[in-house]
């Protein structure tokens, strides 16, 4: 991610920042010196609603900045063992109005449009907090089952060596 925002900064790009919970906040800024557009904090301690996308999205809208393109980046459930960081292109009303793909439609007012920029924005920013509550999940769980064997395997050893040490006390005796 760092390496991400230094080659588009390096090559003219203006790169805002727009975090969800705590962590990306500390990574983030120790090397950019500037905010990020906006942070949520509250976000992914609880389990993530589609109101909580919701919220994000009015928020980005709000904020007045406008941009032709951005990519959401979170951490994608693979497997028991792994997570892929992968990203999801977000784009702006007039990159949606100028697509292809809308012109096959005769008429699309300003509304619809609106409307499915925000839906669409929504359903991405929910997609991937879902992915990364996942991915965080699973690596809560993988850490706590190699905790649990290993707490097992130590009481295994104990109990070994307590039952050896009484057993040499009882032969010397």
Same mark, same amino acid.
Request: glycine residues 6%; aromatic residues 8%; contains cysteine.
């Given at each position: ?59 980005? !809208? ?66 991937? !907090? ?10 809560? /769980?993988?850490? /706590? ?29």
């Amino acid at each position: 991610m760092k390496s991400k925002v230094a080659t588009l900064t390096a090559a003219g790009k203006e790169v805002m920042l727009v975090g969800t919970g705590d962590k990306i906040r500390g990574i983030l800024s120790r090397t950019r010196s500037d905010p990020f557009l906006a942070a949520f904090k509250e976000v992914g301690r609880k389990l993530p609603t589609f109101g909580d996308a919701s919220v994000i999205v009015l928020e980005l !809208l709000n904020s007045g900045y406008e941009f032709d393109k951005g990519t959401m980046v979170f951490n994608r459930f693979r497997s028991v063992i792994s997570y892929k960081t992968e990203g999801k292109p977000m784009f702006s009303l007039n990159t949606i109005a100028s697509a292809e793909s809308t012109s096959i439609y005769d008429d699309i007012d300003a509304d619809v449009l609106q409307n499915y920029r925000e839906y669409n924005l929504a359903n991405i920013i929910y997609y991937s !907090l879902k992915e990364s509550t996942t991915s965080e999940q699973n690596g809560r /769980m993988t850490a /706590m089952d190699n905790s649990s064997k290993n707490v097992s395997e130590m009481i295994d050893k104990l109990t070994l060596t307590f039952n050896c040490t009484r057993q040499t006390v009882i032969t010397k005796s």
